[in-house]
C-alpha cells in the first residue's frame, strides 16, 4: 500500500512538474514570439527609416536641381533682356544721329533760305 502510495505521489508530482514545465515552455513561446514581432517591427522601422532617408535626399535633390534650373532661366532672361537693351540703345544712337542729321539739313536749309532772301 505504501508503494502504491509512493508511486501515485510520484506520478502527482511528475504531473505538477509536466505543467509546470508547460506553462514555463508556453511563456518562453510567447517570449520569443513578442521578440520576434519587436525584431520585426525594428526591421520594419529600419527599413522605413531608410526610405524616408532615400525620399528626403531625392526631394532635396530635385529641389537643388529645379532651383538651378531656375537660376538658369533666370540667367537667360536677363541674357536676352541686356541684348534687348543693347539692341534698343543702337536703335536711340540711331535716331539720335538721324535727329541730328535732320537738324542739321533743317539748319543749312534754314541758312541757304535766309542767303537767297538777302540777295
Known amino acids: ?10 506520478a502527482s508530482e511528475l504531473e505538477t512538474q509536466a505543467s509546470v514545465a508547460h506553462e514555463s515552455e508556453r511563456m518562453m513561446l510567447a517570449e520569443i514570439e513578442t521578440r520576434k514581432a519587436e ?23 530635385a529641389g537643388e536641381q529645379a532651383a538651378t534650373q531656375a537660376v538658369s532661366r533666370a540667367e537667360d532672361r536677363a541674357g536676352r533682356a541686356e541684348d534687348q537693351l543693347a539692341e534698343a540703345q543702337r536703335d536711340v544712337t540711331r535716331l539720335e544721329a538721324r535727329v541730328l542729321k535732320a537738324e542739321a539739313h533743317a539748319e543749312a536749309a534754314t541758312g541757304r533760305d535766309v542767303a537767297a532772301s538777302t540777295k
Open 1 to 10: 500500500v505504501r508503494l502504491t502510495e509512493r508511486v501515485a505521489d510520484l
Open 39 to 61: 525584431v520585426a517591427m525594428e526591421r520594419s522601422s529600419a527599413v522605413s527609416v531608410a526610405r524616408l532617408d532615400e525620399l528626403m535626399q531625392k526631394a532635396r535633390q
